[in-house]
C-alpha cells in the first residue's frame, strides 16, 4: 500500500463518518434511525450528486480497492452482530404470529419481487444474466427487513417489550434467516459454473446442518464455562467467527453468511454474547461501516436514470417492494387475531430495509447479477421504504 493510497483512506473515512453522523443527527429531529443519515453520507460523497470530480477529489478511485476491503471486513464483523441479536427464546412466546408474519412477509414480497423482475428483465437487465438467477435475486432482495435498524425504531418509540414489539422483532430475525438462506442458494448459483450450483447448494445446506446440528452444541458448552478474566476466551469465537466466513466464501456464497451463522449459534444471553457486543458494536458501526457507506456511494450512480422511463420504473420498484412487505405481514397478523392498527403497525415495521439491503445489492452488483442502473433504483427503494416507516407508523398509531 503506498502512502498517498493509505493518506486518502484515511481522509475518506474521515468525511464519511463525520458527514454520516451529522446527517444522522439532523434526520434524527425528523423521527428517522440513524443509519439514514450514514447511508446519505456516502451517496452525498459519490458522484450522483456532487460530481464525479468533486467526488474524487475526497474518494479518489485508487482508494475503492482499499476501501471496499475495509467495508467488507466492517460487513461481516457487523452481521455477526447481527447474528448474536437473536433472540430465540422470544420465538416461542409468540411462535404463531412470528412464523406466519415471517412467511408471509418473505413470500408474497419475493414472488412479487420476481414476477417485477420478469418486467424488468428485457428492460433493465444485464444481456448475459440468466432471467432465472435475476428473478431470484430481486425476489431476495423485496424480502429482506432490516433486523437492526427495525430494533432501533422499536426502542425508540417504545415499543420493544409490547407484544406487537416482540412480533415484529421476531419476524424479522425469522424473515432474514430465510432470506440469507435464499440469498445463499442465489450466489451459489451465480458463481458456480454450469452444472456445479448443486454441489455449492448442497455445500450451504450441509455447512448449515453441521453450524446448527454440531458446532451450536459445542459453542453453548464452551460459552458457559468462559472465563471472563481470560483474553483468549473472545478471541477463540473471533477466530472462529473468521474461520466460518472462510468457509463459506469458500463454499462458493459470501462471507457474511458464516459470519452471520457464527453470531446466530453463540447463546445472545451469554456473557461472551455481552463482551462481543460490548466491544465491538461501536467500533463496527461507527468506524467499520461508513466505509461501506463510502463505497456503496462510489458505485452508486444515480445519474444513470435517465428519462421519465427509468423514474417510472423505479417508482414501481418502490411500489411493489412496500406493497409486497405491507401486505404480507398485515394478512398474516389479521389472520393470527391482530387488531388492524397492530397490523397494520407490523406492516409498516416489516418494511424496514436499511443496512441489510444495501449488503445485500452489493453482492448482487459485485457478482454482476444486477447492472449499476439497477442497483441505483434498489439503493433508492432501500432508502424510501425505510424512511417511510416512522411517518407510517405515526399515522397508524393515530
Known amino acids: 500500500m503506498s502512502g498517498d493510497a493509505l493518506l486518502h483512506l484515511l481522509l475518506a473515512l474521515a468525511a464519511v463518518i463525520a458527514l454520516g453522523q451529522i446527517l444522522a443527527r439532523l434526520l434524527a429531529l425528523a423521527g428517522q434511525p440513524p443509519v439514514i443519515g450514514e447511508v446519505a453520507a456516502g451517496l452525498l460523497l459519490g458522484p450522483s450528486l456532487i460530481g464525479a470530480t468533486a467526488s474524487a477529489r475526497i474518494l479518489p478511485p485508487d482508494v475503492a480497492p482499499l476501501l471496499g476491503m475495509v ?8 452481521m455477526f452482530i447481527v447474528g448474536l441479536d437473536l433472540h430465540l427464546d422470544e420465538l ?13 412477509s418473505i413470500v408474497v414480497p419475493f414472488v412479487l419481487g420476481a414476477a417485477l423482475a420478469v418486467y424488468l428483465y428485457p428492460r433493465v ?54 432470506a440469507w438462506c435464499l440469498l445463499a442458494i442465489v450466489v451459489g448459483i451465480a458463481h458456480a459454473e454450469p452444472g456445479s450450483a448443486t454441489k455449492v447448494a448442497l455445500g450451504a445446506m450441509a455447512y448449515i446442518g453441521v453450524m446448527l446440528i454440531v458446532a451450536r452444541p459445542l459453542m453453548q458448552r464452551y460459552v458457559s464455562r468462559w472465563n471472563p478474566s481470560s483474553p483468549y476466551g473472545v478471541a477463540a469465537v473471533l477466530v472462529a467467527l473468521l474461520l466460518s466466513a472462510a468457509a463459506t466464501e469458500a463454499i462458493g456464497i459470501h462471507a457474511i453468511f458464516g459470519a452471520f451463522l457464527l453470531g446466530a449459534i453463540v ?27 463510502a463505497f456503496t456511494g462510489m458505485h452508486t450512480r444515480i445519474d444513470l436514470l435517465s428519462g421519465a422511463g427509468d423514474w417510472l420504473i423505479c417508482a414501481l420498484i418502490i411500489v411493489v417492494a412496500t406493497a409486497g412487505k405491507f401486505a404480507g405481514a398485515f394478512v398474516a397478523g389479521r389472520a393470527t387475531g391482530m387488531r388492524g392498527r397492530d397490523a397494520a403497525m ?34 433508492l427503494m432501500a432508502l424510501v421504504t425505510t424512511m417511510s416507516t416512522a411517518p407510517l407508523l405515526k399515522v397508524f398509531q393515530r
Open 71 to 78: 467495508a467488507q471486513l466492517g460487513v461481516i464483523l457487523y
Open 92 to 104: 416461542k412466546a409468540q411462535a404463531r404470529v412470528t412464523f406466519a408474519t415471517s412467511a408471509a
Open 125 to 178: 437487465s444485464l444481456p448475459d444474466v440468466p432471467i432465472v438467477t435475476f428473478a431470484l435475486f430481486m425476489g431476495v432482495a423485496m424480502s429482506i427487513t432490516a433486523f437492526p435498524v427495525l430494533a432501533r425504531l422499536l426502542s425508540d418509540w417504545g415499543l420493544t417489550r409490547t407484544e406487537l414489539g416482540v412480533v415484529a422483532l421476531s419476524a424479522a430475525a425469522v424473515g432474514d434467516v430465510l
Open 267 to 293: 447463546p445472545h444471553d451469554s456473557r461472551v454474547a455481552s463482551a462481543l457486543g460490548t466491544q465491538m458494536r461501536d467500533l463496527v458501526t461507527i468506524l467499520l461501516l461508513p466505509a461501506f457507506f
Open 346 to 379: 407490523l406492516g409498516a415495521l416489516m418494511n424496514t430495509r436499511g443496512l441489510m439491503e444495501l449488503i445485500v445489492l452489493n453482492i448482487g452488483l459485485e457478482l454482476g447479477i444486477i447492472s449499476p442502473r439497477v442497483f441505483a433504483m434498489m439503493v
